[in-house]
């Protein structure tokens, strides 16, 4: 079983920056990809960026340059730091993985962020 728990969320003027944090549960955190998915009203969810256990990355085009994915398997969290915000990343944000051994999904509750003046 995984919980992942995400954080950081806000209102934000364009140009601005936030970090978001997703905590998990578990002991299986260092072998895990993790994800970060977005869903803005009306639209899928779709795929932000990605991080391997082993520290390589992935992001969407729409993001990259402008957001970075990391980790700290040592406080089981994963992080994205995100630059030069836009009204169109307006969305819920959601931390996601599968474990590594079942395969099984798992996403959080979510977190809200607003790019808006």
């Known amino acids: 079983q995984v919980q992942l728990v995400e954080s950081g969320g806000d209102l934000v003027q364009p140009g601005g920056s936030l970090r978001l944090s997703c905590a998990a549960s578990g002991r299986t955190f260092s072998r895990s990809a993790m994800r970060w998915f977005r869903q803005a009203p009306g639209k899928q969810r779709e795929l932000v960026a990605a991080?391997?256990?082993?520290?390589?990355?992935d992001y969407a085009d729409s993001v990259k340059g402008r957001f970075t994915i990391s980790r700290d398997n040592a406080k089981n969290t994963v992080y994205l730091r995100m630059d030069s915000l836009e009204p169109e990343d307006t969305a819920v944000y959601y931390c996601n993985t599968n474990h590594p051994i079942t395969g099984y999904n798992y996403w959080g509750q979510g977190t809200q962020v607003t790019v808006s003046s």
């Open positions: 991080i391997t256990s082993g520290g390589s990355t």
